[in-house]
């Protein structure tokens, strides 16, 4: 396989041509609700930044407006890739007015986001709840299509109770001329539990004209080649591993041109703790907040920490700085050139607010 090739341009979608990804593989950084914000992404893209960037949803309704801080990753992208709005919605005026205002800022394209599994989301026939209505997928997608001069692109999962609808939704993608699928190979139903419907993902290649990024559990690079040898797709999609390793991307880049992927030590990843800590000091937020956000970051770091979960339990209790920082310098800094494992370990589970 070879390497990523597509690097698109960061203009207003409406100056820009159709995207096509190339003939290389590509990485993206899933988007993640209150996870990945400017900050964030600015921390990735030190680490090896992916190909595409999303933003975290911008709500659509009747009285909404773009929201200033997830604008802001926007705006004020200096990663230098390309970053793509999603928007989670379903009444079609405000999706095409939200669209249309979206389309003015230097995003890669407009995405519809089809998979949110939080039951106070779907039950308002909203992200994964558009899946129970495929002629309302329709009608949104014709009217955005018809609206959005750029790219227009759907991050979705393969059905909503099960996938009796599925062949239907991707006829509607190839109907509607759909520049990009982001799909996570789960129903809304399965939440994150369970295994990833990998075929259901090379199903969608098979029959879409348009790039698929398999997304779901894509953990190390090694995960990474056998679904995209599985699923054939143009390129992965990585969330939480992304957070667990920021160096994912880069050992993707490694492992496609077949070069030694880099070990990663406890050592390297006590620094990025500090760089998560200081990107929310940065935010002027009092000691409990920052240390409850890193906490968040920490559930997925400690997952390939050590293989009986003593970090994580550890780290779980920690209620100030000083305990949180004096539980990572022990479990990190005491042998340091210890490596940071690939995969999580098995058993060992992150337990955030788990929401999309
Ligand atoms: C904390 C969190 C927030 C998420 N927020 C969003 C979101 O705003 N939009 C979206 O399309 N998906 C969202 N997702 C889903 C991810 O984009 C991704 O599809 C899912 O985590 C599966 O990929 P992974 O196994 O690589 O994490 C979220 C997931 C998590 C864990």
Redesign the pocket.
């Known amino acids: 396989m070879s390497l990523p090739v597509s690097i698109i341009s960061q203009q207003p979608i409406s100056t820009q041509q159709p995207l096509t990804l190339g003939v290389g593989t590509v990485t993206a950084l ?7 914000d400017l900050a964030f992404m600015n921390v990735i893209a030190e680490y090896g930044c992916p190909d595409y960037f ?1 933003t ?2 911008f709500r659509v309704h009747e009285t909404s407006r773009l929201d200033k801080p997830i604008l802001r990753s926007i705006t004020e992208n200096t990663t230098g890739k390309p970053i793509f709005a ?1 928007m ?1 919605g379903e009444s079609i005026p405000d999706l095409v007015r939200i669209a249309k205002l979206l389309s003015h800022y230097p995003v890669a394209g407009i995405d519809l ?1 089809m ?2 599994p939080a039951p106070r989301i779907y039950r308002k026939n909203v ?1 994964g709840g558009l899946l129970r209505d495929p002629d309302k997928i329709d009608r949104i997608l014709g009217e955005l299509r018809a609206n959005v001069a750029g790219r227009l692109t759907v ?1 979705m999962r393969i059905g909503f109770e099960d996938t009796s609808e599925f062949d239907r939704v991707l006829s509607l993608i190839d109907k509607h001329d759909i520049d990009l699928l ?1 799909l ?1 190979g789960r129903t809304v139903k399965e939440a ?1 539990h369970g295994a ?1 419907h990998y075929d259901a993902i090379a199903q969608a290649v098979a029959r879409l004209r348009c790039p698929v990024l398999a ?5 190390s690079a090694s995960t990474a080649l056998a679904v995209l040898t599985q699923t054939q797709a143009a390129g992965v ?6 957070i667990r390793n920021p160096w994912i991307f880069s050992q993707i880049r490694q492992a496609l041109a077949d070069e030694t992927i880099s070990v990663v030590t406890l050592g390297r990843v006590r620094g990025y703790i500090d760089r998560l800590y200081q990107m929310s000091t940065a935010q002027a937020v009092p000691e409990k907040s920052q240390v409850s956000r890193l906490k968040m970051y920490l559930n997925y770091i400690g997952q390939s920490v050590d293989a009986e979960g003593g970090f994580l339990s550890e780290m779980r209790r920690a209620k100030t700085e000083v305990e949180l920082f004096d539980i990572c310098d022990r479990y990190l800094l005491t042998e340091p050139q210890t490596v940071f494992s690939p995969e999580p370990y098995p058993g060992i589970f992150a337990r ?5």
């Open positions: 899933a988007p993640m609700q209150d996870v990945t999303f975290e949803y999603q989670i986001n998979g949110c992200g991050k982001s996570h994150y990833v997304n779901g559990n894509v953990s999609m990585i969330g939480r591993s992304a955030p607010k788990c929401e999309d």
